[in-house]
């Protein structure tokens, strides 16, 4: 699979994260102007496009996330991380990230 595709995030995936997060930022709790948002890795770092990367975020959430992916101490940053971490134990970071090696 192509790098492109395995970043994009699908409608059922989007759908999936959504229920999971309950229709709200998982940040702040906004109800309105959300995002599905990659987290470990962003697509421009082959981030893919699978619930266990992604989290719903509003607008203003996920700027901030983005402004502060290089610190990875960030407050945006640790409390989507952990977040993720809670709903999925044993989450492997290192297969959230595209390589071309890879089943994606």
Known sequence: MKRTEATKITFKVRE?????????C???????GLQCAHIFYNRSHGGLGVKENLAMLCVECHMKLDNGLKKHSEPIALITKSYLRSKYPNLDESTLKFRKDSSW
């Open 16 to 24: 999936e994260v959504m229920q999971r997060d309950r229709h709200r």
């Open 26 to 32: 998982i940040v702040c709790g906004a109800p309105h």
